[in-house]
């Protein structure tokens, strides 16, 4: 946001008012979804409420990898939706497609780079995940790529992945909607959503303010649903962000990394890097913190030894470095659900349409789930919203205290696993079998 250099403000909600479709949330899904709106209907009065401010939370402040699958990964869509994962891996890879497009149609100065992503094995036991895949690379190869003592096998996805800086894009999408004719408002918490008195629409209401609506889209992420029945649906994991200095000419020829590819390991506990725009290499992941009660605080971003182990893990992919600093650190929330995958449904008749889960893949795929939502909305079967990932409800987490119980289980087990050659004990494998394996 810094770097963005954030001036545009959009005043909050202060009359009542009436729309054909309120859309709650200002991140990525709220705004796909109201570009997208206006793009079918240019004569539809689009509202979106936001609490805070355009691309606060997540939003604002992931790693920037815009991925192709909307499945979270190809081994997650294979093992749940089988008969499918050949539909939804096309449809992945032309939403992705159709991203870069909307990135020169839209005009959207967001720092897309269409690099792909360089996955490699730093453990002996993750070599042999790599030896198939199409543009595998052995040691001599990925270190051609990117220079790091750890790094023993990798495998290159070209096409599936590019890059954006992430609260550029957010902000350039409010830009593009409000161009499109879209209002938004910020600083206008939704407190409460019903259908009305003559079940004609539904009731938008703020702390000033009440919108009536023909249709609503929530589009919340990882805050507390406005939806009773979705309260359970998701939990909220911290992941952790360094930054470095930038690098000059001699600190990047020591690293190679010429084709700016996005960099993730094979860990259960992975970790992911990139470089900015400006040269500055962003490394993040590996810690994956939930914090009892489903809580979503400020003061749970300043954790100061998950930032510390990750100081200590780069230093150790890219000795070469030591001399370096780190300029900035951030964390934030991911929205995590128990398919890995975002949720649909349909309430209030019918009237508002819901999608959260993406667990931390959303920055491609939110831009698939507003036209499912859009399309849902419609009451009208497509292609989209016949999909079995569509209508198919994922398991709820369990309510506290067995919820973080099991997630701290999890994590130990997980952890257990990366330290014994990949070997997952009896309770990962009974969490695989019930369809509910998880990595960080």
């Not at 023993?152 to 590019?162: F, I, N, S, V, Y």
């Not at 992941?239 to 990394?257: F, K, M, N």
């Not at 990139?274 to 009660?293: E, K, V």
Request: hydrophobic share 40%; proline share 4%; with cysteine.
């Amino acid at each position: 946001m810094e770097e963005a250099d954030a001036r545009t403000q959009y005043p909050a909600l202060s009359a009542s008012t009436t729309s054909d479709l309120t859309i709650v949330g200002g991140g990525y899904l709220g705004l796909w979804t109201a570009v997208n709106a206006k793009r079918r209907d240019p004569g539809r009065r689009v509202l979106l409420l936001e609490a805070q401010n355009i691309g606060w939370a997540a939003s604002g402040r992931n790693g920037g990898f815009c991925e192709a699958s909307i499945t979270h990964g190809d081994e997650n869509g294979r093992a749940r939706w089988p008969e499918e994962f050949d539909t939804l891996h096309r449809l992945g890879e032309e939403n992705l497609d159709a991203f870069e497009q909307d990135v020169r149609d839209l005009g959207l100065d967001c720092h897309w780079e269409r690099t792909g992503t360089l996955s490699v094995a730093v453990e002996e036991h993750q070599i042999p995940w790599l030896q198939d895949a199409e543009h595998g690379l052995d040691r001599a190869a990925v270190q051609a790529q990117i220079h790091s003592p750890l790094f023993l096998h990798g495998a290159l996805d070209p096409h599936g992945a590019a890059l954006v800086h992430p609260a550029r894009l957010a902000l350039e999408l409010a830009r593009a909607a409000v161009d499109l004719g879209v209002e938004i408002h910020e600083q206008s918490e939704v407190v409460d959503l019903r259908t009305n008195k003559a079940a004609t629409a539904v009731d938008v209401r703020t702390a000033r303010a009440t919108v009536t609506s023909d249709h609503v889209v929530l589009a919340t992420n990882v805050f507390r649903s406005l939806l009773r029945r979705n309260r359970l649906m998701t939990i909220p994991v911290y992941d952790y962000v360094l930054t470095t200095e930038p690098l000059d000419a001699r600190q990047l020829e020591s690293i190679g990394w010429r084709g700016r590819q996005g960099l993730t390991d094979l860990a259960n506990q992975f970790h992911y890097a990139r470089l900015t725009q400006d040269n500055r290499i962003l490394y993040g992941g590996y810690d994956a913190i939930y914090h009892p009660g489903r809580r979503v605080k400020q003061e749970y971003e300043n954790r100061p030894e998950s930032f510390s182990r990750l100081a200590s893990h780069f230093f150790a992919t890219f000795p070469q470095l030591e001399d370096i600093g780190f300029s900035h650190r951030w964390a934030g929330a991911i929205d995590t659900c128990t398919q890995f995958t975002a949720f649909y449904g349909l309430t209030h008749r019918g009237r508002v349409a819901h999608a959260t889960g993406f667990t931390g893949l959303g920055v491609g795929a939110t831009r698939f789930a507003a036209d499912v939502l859009l399309d849902l909305l419609t009451g009208e079967k497509t292609p989209r919203t016949e999909l079995e990932m569509v209508r198919k409800r994922p398991l709820p987490f369990p309510p506290e205290p067995i919820a973080s119980a099991g997630i701290n289980l999890t994590r130990w087990a997980l952890d257990r696993a990366d330290h014994r050659q990949g070997r997952r004990n009896l309770f990962l494998r009974t969490l695989d079998a019930a369809g509910l394996g998880f990595d960080s």
